[in-house]
């Protein structure tokens, strides 16, 4: 089954999936006005499991040390690649001085609030789906190879992990954009008011990369 055919297929699940995640748009709506709400910002990375093995006053300070660079940063309109790798690096970096670990995928997901039109979200299942597709897809084929997530033990593995994401996001933006005209299609024949493509490309390679379930 080509990517196109699976997407035709499973595109109201995705978005039936996206609908339910209920702190996204709080936390996309929060941002937009410049909000500060870092209880907010905690419940949601511990949501999306980004909190494991931190426990009291790190989860604090990693919200804040976010909400700083979100409240700092200069709102950019049109979003390309070299911005993408700016600011990946930068929240990146940030948030491993606060607490060394590998912050690849709770980067990449703070950011998506920031600009939940532009940025795509790292995830091992995704990983795993896009390393396949490569493979027997027509529309990655002959595109360079992600190669394994890199672990990030001290600040000179920071411009390592950038350039794994930077391809990866490169192949989901790809089929983003070799799909949009079948995702307005499939939007207007399921009248689906979950409005950002990225996230249901994203859920779509996430659902083939999950190795505990088909769908």
Same mark, same amino acid.
């Given at each position: ?90 929240? @990146?970096?940030?948030?491993? &001085? ?10 990449? !997901? #703070? =950011? %998506?609030?920031?600009?939940p039109r532009d940025i795509v979200i790292y995830d091992a299942f ?59 299609? @499939?939007?207007?024949?399921? &009248? ?10 994203? !859920? #779509? =390679? %996430? ?9």
């Amino acid at each position: 089954m080509s990517f196109k055919k699976y997407l035709e297929e499973k595109y109201p699940i995705a978005c039936d999936m996206q609908r339910q995640i209920d702190e996204d748009p709080l936390m996309v709506d929060m941002l937009r006005t410049n909000g500060a709400d870092h209880e907010l910002v905690k419940k949601w990375m511990r949501n999306y499991g980004l909190f494991q093995g931190i426990e009291g006053d790190s989860r604090n300070k990693i919200a804040k040390r976010f909400l700083t660079f979100a409240l700092q940063h200069r709102r950019i309109t049109r979003v390309n690649d070299a911005t993408v790798a700016d600011l990946y690096r930068e929240l @990146l970096t940030a948030l491993f &001085k606060v607490k060394s670990r590998s912050w690849m995928s709770a980067t990449s !997901k #703070l =950011l %998506w609030c920031l600009y939940p039109r532009d940025i795509v979200i790292y995830d091992a299942f995704v990983h795993r789906a896009l390393v396949t597709l490569q493979c027997v897809d027509p529309d990655l084929a002959g595109t360079e190879r992600i190669g394994a997530a890199p672990m990030i033990k001290a600040l000179a593995d920071i411009d390592p992990a950038v350039a794994t994401y930077m391809r990866y996001q490169g192949l989901v933006r790809k089929l983003l954009t070799v799909h949009t005209p079948a995702l307005t299609e @499939l939007r207007r024949k399921h &009248k689906e008011q979950y409005q950002y493509d990225i996230r249901i490309v994203d !859920k #779509l =390679l %996430w659902m083939i990369g999950d190795s505990k379930r088909a769908y």
